[in-house]
């Protein structure tokens, strides 16, 4: 049974789940019955940080044109993009290897942002159910989730969650903070 997270709730992920080896992170949502004249792509990024809370360098931007994170484990891998976010479940996924993250990683946020979301009038407002959750990649268990429930009617950038080393532990924050502005305003929280 998965554990239910709500906003700003952490978890220590040997907890949730003892021997937790890798796990895929899963984004999923619903477009409303709006018609902006597009379709919604929208799109994952999951930000490598260091110590400093700082991008360890472009490379640890991991998404859909850099879909492996630098080391030579790739710890981090972007499954793919979908340009449309149709059918059901998971929308986009990144698979993370616990035991073959660098030590110099200490931080790991996923972000969805909307493609071209000023061009095309569209924001998070218009998105349901959206949701991010923890999968064990052995057991195909799902181990949290968390169920963005706000109404982000400004907002083209969402952190969605932060899975973070503390004390050699990795824990997971439901963090569920949008931004304006898109991929670029997270870009200017987390570059040097």
């Not at 789940?17 to 619903?30: I, T």
């Not at 477009?31 to 490598?48: A, N, P």
């Not at 110590?51 to 630098?70: A, M, Q, R, T, V």
Request: aromatic share 8%; proline share 2%.
């Amino acid at each position: 049974m998965a554990i239910s997270l709500s906003k700003g709730q952490r978890i220590s992920l040997e907890k949730a789940s003892p021997g937790l080896k890798a796990a895929f992170v899963g984004l999923g949502w619903d477009v409303k019955q709006v018609d902006t004249g597009t379709d919604f792509d929208i799109d994952c990024s999951v930000f490598l940080l260091g110590e400093n809370e700082k991008l360890l360098s472009d490379s640890h931007l991991i998404f859909y044109n850099n879909l492996k994170s630098p080391d030579p484990d790739n710890s981090v891998e972007h499954m793919g993009d979908n340009l449309t976010g149709a059918g059901e479940g998971d929308d986009e996924v990144v698979l993370v290897n616990f035991t073959k993250i660098p030590n110099e990683v200490k931080k790991l946020v996923f972000v969805v942002t909307i493609h071209e979301a000023d061009k095309r009038s569209q924001n998070f407002g218009q998105i349901d159910n959206a949701f991010v959750r923890l999968v064990d990649v052995q057991t195909k268990a799902e181990i949290l989730r968390y169920d963005l429930t706000e109404d982000y009617s400004i907002e083209t950038a969402l952190i969605t969650a932060e899975i973070y080393n503390k004390d050699g532990e990795w824990r997971m924050t439901a963090v569920g903070s949008g931004y304006q502005g898109g991929l670029q305003a997270i870009l200017n929280r987390y570059s040097n």
